[in-house]
């Protein structure tokens, strides 16, 4: 009797110890196989705004809902090249800088001149396109110069270089200025004879003249031709600033820089 108990408690004991013995192994192998699967550094996802439209370089294609265009390539295209994962965020151009500014934003990609001032808030990778902006007035217009413009109104879009534009020679040429938010609503305020002009970018009020038929004409030359830069706020990811300039870099190596602004008629 006394003995089958110390038995019956030997294997109970034993089942229960072999029982702890292969938790105790799960944990372990759980935890080495976690170890083996993950990366040594958790992989950052880079949050990266833009402008919504601004044709040919982000703009909304209706059939996919998705936004494309030169910038967007070129983005996705260094992120293949360098290894980074990355979404994209096509929210506005002076919306864009403020994610920049308040750190929601890694970095921004919205045809964005690189200029001195912006140098004192932003960090801005190596030039990738050469634009300026220009003058564009309603396609039935006369106005041909700023001196035509005088005492009239023009529209700006916030925070680019077309209202700094505006703003230098407002009181020169006496002008009034109604600002937009984007360049559609821009330009359909000078189409529609709300004000006598706006200034843009060449390559995209272009676009948006000959590939969408907006009643504009461009006058005159543009104004002063600079690089457009991928921006992080000053400080800031440095990495995200390297990765982008190494992989243009190998962009332009391969032809395949070359081929992206094919596909847009550069
Ligand atoms: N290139 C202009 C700027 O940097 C316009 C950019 C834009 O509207 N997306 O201000």
């Known amino acids: 009797m006394k003995r089958s108990l110390i038995n019956e ?6 089942k229960k110890a072999s029982r702890y013995l292969a938790l105790a192994l799960t944990g372990l192998m ?19 705004y833009s402008d919504n439209a601004f044709a040919p370089f982000e703009y909304l294609d ?4 998705k936004h494309v265009g030169l910038d967007m390539d070129i983005m996705a295209a260094i992120a293949e090249d360098q290894g980074f994962a990355y979404e994209m965020n096509n929210v506005g151009f002076d919306p864009a800088m403020g994610a920049v500014d308040s750190g929601q934003a890694d970095g921004m990609i919205a045809g964005m001149t690189i200029t001195e001032e912006r140098k004192l808030k932003y960090d801005f990778s190596d030039g990738y396109f050469v634009d ?14 700023l001196e035509d ?16 534009y505006v703003e230098s020679i407002a009181d020169e040429y006496e002008l009034t200025i ?16 709300n004000s006598a002009a706006c200034f843009e970018d ?13 009643a504009l004409k461009t006058v005159g030359d543009v104004i002063e031709p600079r690089e457009y830069g991928f921006a992080v706020k000053k400080g800031t990811s440095p990495e995200l600033i390297e990765m982008f300039n190494a992989g243009l870099q190998n962009l332009k190596d391969s032809g395949k820089y070359d081929e992206i602004l094919a596909q847009y008629g550069y």
Do not use: H
């Open 9 to 14: 408690l030997e294997v109970i004991f034993v």
């Open 30 to 48: 759980i935890t080495a196989l976690a170890a083996c699967g993950a990366p040594k550094e958790e992989a950052k996802t880079y949050v990266i």
């Open 62 to 65: 209706e059939a996919t809902g």
């Open 132 to 145: 300026g902006q220009i003058m564009a007035v309603a396609a039935d217009s006369t106005i041909a110069t």
């Open 149 to 164: 413009l005088r005492g009239q109104n023009v529209a700006a879009k916030i925070g680019t270089m077309s209202t700094q």
């Open 178 to 193: 109604s600002y937009y938010e984007d360049s559609p609503t821009m330009y359909a305020a000078v189409a529609q004879g």
């Open 202 to 214: 060449r390559a995209v009020v272009g676009w948006a003249i000959e590939s969408n038929g907006i």
